[in-house]
């Protein structure tokens, strides 16, 4: 990655809002480091990525160059992390089938058909899309809508551990180093 502080430039008197990416580079996964970048180099920044690498990016925006939950500026999803490979109802299905079989869980359960189902590599990363990026002040109603969907679809993988707003999930089209697969949109 470029040195942050070229992105990081701006006035120290300026708002900013940034997200976050974590990367490892080697097998095992011994360290993993920390990038910080405007919300409007996104695109270039994900452009340059080592898609070979595990690389993770935060889920929410950050108003200084820390994934902490006081630094939260805003958040524009709400997601699960499920791991349905280690569930009765997903163990020997494809990503695709069970992506599709989640959305008619989803159905089941009373929960909005999600906005985006991406293949992690091993599991699904589920998301579903806000109006508008809330503020921080929203935080533990968010963190309430979170849980609620979590304990819903606990018995279909749901990870429990993986539901806070500073959270990071597998970046799409980068490498799952534990599992070789590279991380795709599923629906």
């Known amino acids: 990655f470029p040195k942050e502080e070229n992105f990081l430039s701006?006035?120290?008197?300026?708002?900013?809002?940034?997200?976050?990416?974590?990367?490892?580079?080697?097998?095992?996964?011994?360290?993993?480091?920390?990038?910080?970048?405007?919300?409007?180099?996104?695109?270039?920044?994900?452009?340059h990525l080592d898609v070979k690498a595990d690389t993770w990016i935060s889920q929410s925006t950050f108003f200084v160059p820390s994934r902490r939950i006081v630094c939260l500026s805003g958040i524009s999803s709400l997601f699960l992390d499920l791991d349905y490979y280690k569930t009765d109802w997903g163990k020997n299905k494809t990503p695709e089938e069970a992506a599709n079989h989640f959305v008619r869980i989803c159905q089941e359960v009373g929960i909005p058909i999600p906005s985006l189902i991406v293949f992690s590599g091993?599991?699904?990363?589920?998301?579903?899309?806000?109006?508008?990026?809330?503020?921080?002040?929203?935080?533990?109603?968010?963190?309430?809508?979170?849980?609620?969907?979590?304990r819903r679809l606990a018995p279909y993988g749901a990870d429990a551990n993986a539901l806070d707003a500073a959270r990071v999930l597998r970046v799409l089209h980068t490498t799952n180093t534990r599992s070789g697969r590279w991380s795709e949109q599923s629906l």
């Not at 900013?16 to 910080?36: D, G």
């Not at 921080?136 to 849980?147: D, E, I, T």
């Open 122 to 150: 091993r599991g699904l990363q589920i998301k579903w899309l806000l109006s508008y990026n809330i503020p921080r002040a929203a935080l533990p109603r968010w963190n309430l809508a979170q849980q609620k969907i979590c």
């Open 10 to 47: 701006c006035s120290k008197t300026a708002r900013r809002t940034l997200i976050s990416l974590l990367s490892a580079r080697s097998v095992p996964l011994k360290k993993k480091k920390q990038f910080c970048f405007p919300v409007e180099k996104m695109d270039w920044v994900i452009d």
